[in-house]
């Protein structure tokens, strides 16, 4: 509820790719190769930390703002004309009774990561529990709550990538070595 606060403050970004201003430019540039979709513009601040790990390892996102109960049909058209455009998977984060991954999932044989969102009173409990809680068949990877499972499910995602791509399979390594030797022995 303190995110939603900030989120409520924050400057938001262009509507069709909310990834388009500073800081995440490059994700603008290259070909998209991963959709973050995400339920509403509050979700940015949270969903952000996804497109940072992929666009710091090169990694072209498009980052929308698509809503299952919302827009319906604007997430159908986007998320079936998807893959033909270049896109291999899908990040889907939203809050309360967060459809989107799941429906994400039924609509593309591609796969999908989804990001619980805090931004309901229940703190994102129930967006874990509608995001994980996929019937048989149709599967969802559900990561944690909030920005650090937006941040995981971008690291997922290029650990993915990096299986078939030696240049993301270098940053991934790198941005390993850079984590652990940011460790300090010490806490003081
Ligand atoms: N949401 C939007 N459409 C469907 C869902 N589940 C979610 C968003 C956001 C929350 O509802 O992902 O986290 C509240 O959205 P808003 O726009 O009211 O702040």
């Given at each position: 509820?303190?995110?939603?606060?900030?989120?409520?403050?924050?400057k938001?970004?262009?509507?069709?790719?909310?990834?388009?201003?500073?800081?995440?430019?490059?994700?603008?540039?290259?070909?998209?190769?991963?959709?973050?979709?995400?339920?509403s513009?509050?979700?940015?601040?949270?969903?952000?930390?996804?497109?940072?790990?992929?666009?710091?390892?090169?990694?072209?996102?498009?980052?929308?703002?698509?809503?299952?109960?919302?827009?319906?049909?604007?997430?159908?058209?986007?998320?079936?004309?998807?893959?033909?455009?270049?896109?291999?998977?899908?990040?889907?984060?939203?809050?309360?009774a967060?459809?989107?991954?799941?429906?994400?999932?039924?609509?593309?044989?591609?796969?999908?990561?989804?990001?619980?969102?805090?931004?309901?009173?229940?703190?994102?409990?129930?967006?874990?529990?509608?995001?994980?809680?996929?019937?048989?068949?149709?599967?969802?990877?559900?990561?944690?709550?909030?920005?650090?499972?937006?941040?995981?499910?971008?690291l997922?995602?290029?650990a993915?990538?990096?299986?078939?791509?030696?240049?993301?399979?270098?940053?991934?390594?790198?941005?390993?070595?850079?984590?652990?030797?940011?460790?300090?022995?010490?806490?003081?």
């Amino acid at each position: 509820m303190a995110a939603r606060k900030k989120a409520a403050g924050r400057k938001t970004r262009s509507k069709k790719n909310p990834a388009s201003k500073k800081g995440t430019k490059k994700a603008a540039n290259k070909k998209p190769r991963v959709a973050v979709l995400m339920g509403s513009k509050n979700d940015w601040e949270s969903m952000r930390a996804a497109v940072d790990v992929l666009e710091g390892m090169g990694v072209g996102c498009d980052a929308r703002v698509i809503s299952a109960h919302r827009t319906p049909d604007r997430h159908h058209a986007y998320v079936t004309g998807a893959e033909a455009k270049g896109i291999e998977l899908f990040i889907c984060g939203a809050g309360f009774a967060a459809h989107l991954a799941g429906v994400t999932a039924a609509i593309t044989p591609l796969p999908v990561l989804g990001v619980p969102l805090d931004s309901s009173a229940l703190d994102g409990l129930d967006a874990l529990l509608a995001t994980v809680q996929m019937p048989g068949g149709i599967p969802v990877a559900t990561f944690g709550i909030g920005k650090s499972g937006a941040k995981n499910a971008g690291l997922f995602a290029a650990a993915m990538l990096a299986g078939s791509d030696p240049k993301v399979r270098k940053a991934l390594d790198a941005y390993r070595k850079k984590q652990t030797a940011g460790v300090p022995d010490r806490p003081f």
